[in-house]
């Protein structure tokens, strides 16, 4: 399989299980190499966060697979996955305790200790300095989802999953989120799949696009060829 | 007014029994609009129940003339009941039946096991298949309690859980919160029954044993030791419990299994 991909799938797909047997997901193949984007468009009940799960193993694939850095992952232990392949998703999420406790979750989880600096500078990075000793409960909509993004990136993922992150979002806010992640995706050189309603958001940030309808592709290819159809 | 109408012991107890069940009908009918699905329970649930503790009464009296270890089939047969009864409300969790019955059999089992060394408990027909009834029981009930409100709990933080899942969190981790929140709430009404012990209630078993001529404090003494047998039981069974689910909440690849309905 694809050799200097970083993540790619081969006729990935998910089926419900017997006795409904429906196919959520068909023959779905996309290659990236590091730092790239891809966008994922497509109708509500398309299957783009059914997509994104398999990605991470959220739910299992009933057919196909899906290869990070050559390796397939169903050789890698989910706990690995998914902190290599880290996610963001419509809404916050966040657990109870401090939006610094909130950051330091993912670390923790592999007895890596982040300092109090670390994490002053990743929220300053996100435009929420001094925030480390907030309540996490506390916050907008809009920081919330700051917070989730910086939590996820604590975690040093190599390639970052984002299901529709400002969907829950007002104008305001998402036009910040917005611009945030772009900014921080540039930065990081992350690699990236990023599932939007806006075809201007695909157009502005993916360099290939992934076209889904009713769970099979409908196409997919260069951001300027696809989203010019 | 009763017992001027009825005049042998057995036809009282069964017009006693006639009229608290009307009582307790009445009284669902009155609340019927909170919980239609109660009402049609209750008639079933009150026939279900006087047979069988007629029958257990029966049982009862037959063993009390036969050997001492019936008295542990009779335990182990309330033991897979419980079980067969907390799965009922349990239904989204995968095996809840072995499930319950592990944690009923460990929880009440070992409990009653440690009273009965000590003598606490009495290797008697007549002690141990009440106390221990009374101890499975409740032990039944803070499982059905722990079950539901864990699932209630997942199925309403499924997001929570599948973000520490997805920052690489073991299911443990992940589950941890609710697990924690379930068994509290599970063992709530254990610890305010001992709590409220003599000032709101004065229990059966008390009450029972001044009826029957022993010295009221040695009665009151052996309430508490009865109702903290209860608590030790139903704590026992729900951590064996909550150590069991989450591999039934998970696939092997850490997935979450268990969604809202």
């Known amino acids: ?82 902190r290599r392949i880290g996610m963001v998703m419509q809404r916050a999420y966040l657990f109870p305790g401090t939006v610094g406790e909130n950051i330091a979750f993912g670390p923790k989880q592999q007895d890596r200790i982040i300092s109090i600096g670390e994490i002053d500078s990743l929220l300053t990075r996100v435009g929420l300095t001094g925030y480390a000793s907030r309540d996490a409960f506390t916050l907008s909509g809009g920081e919330a989802q700051r917070v989730a993004i910086t939590r996820a990136l604590a975690n040093d993922p190599e390639v970052l999953l984002l299901d529709e992150p400002t969907s829950a979002l ?60 | 007014m009763l017992n001027h109408l009825f ?24 609340a019927r609009k909170r919980a239609p699905g109660l009402l049609k329970e209750l008639p079933i649930a009150e ?19 036969g050997p001492q270890w019936t008295s542990l089939l009779v335990l182990t047969g ?7 009864i907390v799965r009922k409300r349990a239904k989204q969790i995968p095996r809840a039946f072995l499930l319950a019955l592990i944690s009923i059999c460990v929880g009440a089992g070992v409990v009653l ?20 009834s009374m101890v499975i029981a409740n ?32 299911p443990d981790t992940a589950l941890l919160p609710y697990l924690n929140a379930a068994f509290r709430a599970c063992l709530i009404p254990s610890i305010d029954n001992i709590r409220s012990l003599g000032i709101v209630w004065i229990p059966g078993i008390m009450a029972g044993m001044v009826l029957s001529g022993a010295s009221p404090l040695f009665a009151a003494l052996y309430q508490f030791v009865v109702l903290t047998t209860i608590l030790s039981a139903s704590a026992l069974a729900c951590l064996v419990s909550s150590h069991l689910v989450t591999r039934r909440m998970f696939t092997a690849e850490e997935q979450l299994v268990l969604r809202a309905a």
């Open chain 2, 47 to 65: 026939i279900r129940g006087v047979a069988q503790i007629v029958a257990v009464g029966a049982i009862l009296a037959f063993m009390l003339r």
């Open chain 2, 113 to 132: 096991a440690i009273m009965i060394v000590f003598g606490v408990i009495p290797l008697q027909i007549t002690m141990l298949v009440p106390v221990g």
């Open chain 1, 170 to 229: 007002d104008e305001a806010a998402r036009r910040g989120v917005e611009a945030l992640l772009e900014s921080l995706i540039r930065e990081r050189h992350l690699t990236c799949v990023w599932v939007t309603h806006s075809i201007e958001q695909a157009r502005a940030m993916a360099d290939k696009v992934l076209a889904l309808k009713a769970g099979r592709v409908d196409a997919y290819g260069p951001a300027a060829e696809v989203l010019r159809a």
């Open chain 2, 78 to 84: 309330m033991m897979l009941a419980a079980a067969s």
């Open chain 2, 7 to 30: 005049h042998s012991q057995l036809a009282l107890g069964i017009a006693e029994c006639v009229v608290t069940a009307l009582l307790a009908l009445t009284v669902m009918l009155l």
């Open chain 1, 1 to 82: 399989m694809p050799s200097n991909s970083q993540l790619a799938c081969q006729n990935l797909g998910r089926a419900l299980p017997p006795p409904e047997s429906r196919p959520l997901l068909a023959n779905v193949n996309f290659e990236l190499g590091r730092g790239d984007v891809l966008g994922i468009v497509g109708p509500s009940g398309a299957g783009k966060s059914t997509l994104l799960r398999l990605l991470n193993r959220l739910d299992e694939p009933t057919a196909g697979t899906v290869w990070l850095d050559g390796v397939d992952t169903l050789t890698l232990p989910p706990r690995e996955l998914r």
């Open chain 2, 139 to 170: 032990t039944m009930n803070t499982q059905s309690l722990f079950l539901d409100r864990l699932r209630g709990e997942v199925t309403s933080h499924v997001g929570e859980i599948e973000s520490a899942l997805t920052l690489g969190a073991s």
